[in-house]
């Protein structure tokens, strides 16, 4: 018979391992979204999700101006460049959608963050926009992620 308390230490060793991921991209690439440069004529818009210890397990789909841009893993990032004006930004996951509309400004920098919106038998996808410099925070602590390109 399995003890208690190592019973705990293998549950949570499995689900810790369960985990969704990502292909990042290149240190170099990384790096270079870190420096929050957009360009005159654009905008940056970053699209980033904490690492929690119980949300590891789910992956969310992005999608901006109804485009697939990537997935949404839990210490990740997305990094587009876009136009300036109104974006819809979309998370997706197999229970639920969330959308919500950034307006972007020339030379400008934007943060979206994935949450998750846990349920009682399932969890599902929040969008929340940040501040700037909780932004930087976010994205600074996470990877970035391959996304399906960029938006121009």
Known sequence: MIAPRSFFWL??????GCSASVPFSSRNLD?????????AAKANLYIARGGGLFSKGVLFQ???????????????????????GAH??????????????????AGENYFVEVKIRRGLF????????????VGKSLVNRARLAQGLGHKS
């Open 31 to 39: 790096a270079e979204a870190k420096l929050f440069n957009p360009p």
């Open 88 to 105: 819809s930004v979309s998370v997706l996951s197999g229970h639920n959608q969330d959308s919500m509309t950034v307006t972007a400004s």
């Open 11 to 16: 549950s949570l060793s499995i689900l810790i």
């Open 122 to 133: 399932r969890s599902g996808a929040r969008l929340v926009k940040l501040e700037e410099q």
């Open 62 to 84: 992005v999608f901006v101006d109804e485009e697939p841009v990537g997935g949404a893993a839990p210490g990740a990032y997305l990094f587009l460049t876009v136009e300036p």
